[in-house]
């Protein structure tokens, strides 16, 4: 069995240290040099993609330090593990299950006499079915009329990934006749979130699905109340327009109140896209197909995360650099820059899928870590974030690393030539342009003008955005996010973090208050 060390406790970890600037990147990317740079380090991914780190501060010297880091935290041997059934979740006492769900890595993994694989693949296959049922029209409304609009009633994780997932793939679809239904997605408890959702469609030709693991999740079970009562209002059968995505053992599993219940389980939280909380939607936004060419490119990219040579396991490679970046270079933060304007919820999903995960200043054994753990994550779509927060990227006091997305080819192949160049070809010469200006800056004798440079990025490349790739670069987050917790000793796989708002929202409706609570409530007029 592997063994879980801290960090700091690491021989390799204090080699690394000692590597802090040892690249400077203005240098390292000018000129012929940089040319080599971009041509060597670089690295293939699932369906077509490319991960290319020619612009962090990375040599074969670093490079190496990180390989004996990875080899001492015994960083695959902790995913073996992991994706054969041992208990990662220390937190929870649960098995870790994401992969088990896109395809089997190793052994079966049997829970109770269940055999997980089998039981996810089960769900699959329920979710498809009942999807190609909606689509034939055989499961239809009250009047045997055909549903044309989905809407996911979720929050955090089932909402965030599935959310992302439909809006990359809503022009792809169009572009490809494999768009069935029309999605929408309610996840704020704000009932101004509910209200512009329900306003927004036909009722009598909506489905909604309900996603709570427990059954208990407040917000979604206060949306799935507020949904109902616009059902009843308008003269329909609440029963007639709803299904399930939840555990076998919450209250709505086997409730007469849904047309069905897609199962999911423990040993598959927080970010949970891949299961049927993501399946049950996209399988009837744009066909069972679709979704599978999702796990299958998730699947592909995860049997690369197997790979002992960072060299060519692009995922750990990448969280590598990223431990390098956060606690030895000290950076705070990574911003996600994908320019696609599909992948525009995709950095919302990542900011949940990181920072729940290893946002956390304790050890796997609930001990406190004396280094800094996981980083803030933010993220808007190129060419938007240019105009927004790049002037901090470029000039700020802090160093961010960025991770940027791109795409040779657009999704719909809709594109006019304007000056000599499309708009796709606009776009991609300014995610280039951005990288070598964040790497070797510009010096001015006005220091408004100045650019220090020395600003690491990454980037993923591939021909187009399709299912499969972003099967692959969903995975390759996961699977980054996955090896960096098991670098700084987390329990990446729980979320405390997020229930103590919700005991004291609960005391707070129960007018259970005293002291600040009290006032603020008395404040807000609760």
Not at 17 to 39: F, S, T
Not at 87 to 96: D, H
Not at 438 to 463: M, Q, V, Y
Request: net charge negative.
């Amino acid at each position: 069995m592997a063994t879980w060390k801290n960090l700091d406790t690491l021989a390799s970890y204090s080699k690394l240290a000692e590597l802090k600037g040892h690249v400077n990147i203005a240098d390292a990317m000018a000129g012929e040099k940089g040319a080599e740079r971009v041509k060597k380090y670089s690295t293939p991914m699932a369906a077509g993609l490319t991960y290319n780190y020619a612009a962090k501060q990375v040599d074969e010297t670093v490079l190496d330090a990180l390989a004996k880091l990875a080899d001492e935290a015994e960083l695959i041997d902790k995913f073996q593990e992991l994706y054969n059934g041992a208990v990662i979740n220390t937190g929870e006492k649960r098995m870790v299950l994401h992969h088990l769900a896109r395809t089997q890595l190793g052994e079966d993994v049997v829970v109770d006499g269940v055999n997980k694989r089998e039981f996810y693949v089960a769900q699959q296959k329920k979710a498809a079915d009942f999807a190609n049922k909606v689509h034939a029209g055989e499961i239809t409304n009250e009047n045997g009329e055909k549903f044309t609009t989905v809407v996911q009633i979720g929050i955090g994780g089932s909402d965030l990934g599935p959310r992302a997932l439909y809006i990359a793939l809503e022009n792809w679809a169009k572009a490809n006749n494999t768009s069935k239904m029309e999605a929408k997605f309610i996840s704020n408890v704000d009932p101004d979130d509910a209200a512009a959702v329900l306003a927004s469609v036909d009722l009598a030709h909506a489905l909604f699905i309900v996603v709570s693991k427990s059954g208990t999740t407040l917000e979604t079970l206060t949306n799935e109340a507020f949904v109902k009562n616009a059902l009843v209002k308008a003269g329909l059968n609440p029963s007639k327009h709803m299904l399930a995505v939840t555990s076998e053992t919450s209250p709505l599993a086997k409730s007469e109140d849904y047309l069905t219940a897609i199962f999911m389980d423990d040993y598959i939280g927080g970010y949970s896209s891949v299961s049927g909380v993501g399946g049950a939607i996209l399988s009837l936004a744009f066909g069972p197909e679709v979704f599978a060419q999702i796990l299958d490119g998730a699947a592909a990219e995860d049997k690369l995360a197997t790979n002992k040579n960072i060299l060519e396991n692009p995922d750990m490679l990448d969280a590598l650099i990223g431990v390098y970046e956060r606690n030895v270079q000290g950076y705070p933060a990574t911003a996600v820059l994908p320019y696609s304007q599909a992948l525009s919820r995709f950095p919302a999903h990542l900011q949940q899928c990181d920072m729940e995960s290893n946002g956390k200043s304790v050890n796997r054994f609930g001990e406190p870590v004396d280094y800094v753990t996981g980083p803030v994550i933010f993220g808007e779509p190129g060419t938007n974030g240019q105009h927004s927060f790049y002037q901090l990227l470029h000039q700020g006091t802090d160093i961010v690393p960025l991770q940027f997305i791109g795409f040779k080819k657009s999704q719909l192949g809709v594109d006019v030539d304007i000056e000599n160049s499309t708009s796709q070809q606009k776009l991609c010469a300014n995610v280039a342009a951005q990288i070598v200006a964040f790497a070797c800056g510009k010096e001015d004798e006005n220091l408004n003008k100045n650019f220090k440079g020395g600003r690491p990025s990454s980037i993923i490349t591939g021909e187009e955005l399709t299912p499969a790739s972003l099967g692959a670069l969903l995975a390759h987050f996961e699977n980054k996010i996955m090896f960096q917790g098991f670098v700084w000793n987390l329990n990446s796989f729980d979320q405390e973090g997020v229930q103590l708002g919700k005991v004291l929202a609960k005391r707070v409706l129960a007018h259970d208050t005293d002291g600040a609570l009290k006032v603020y409530s008395d404040l807000l007029n609760i």
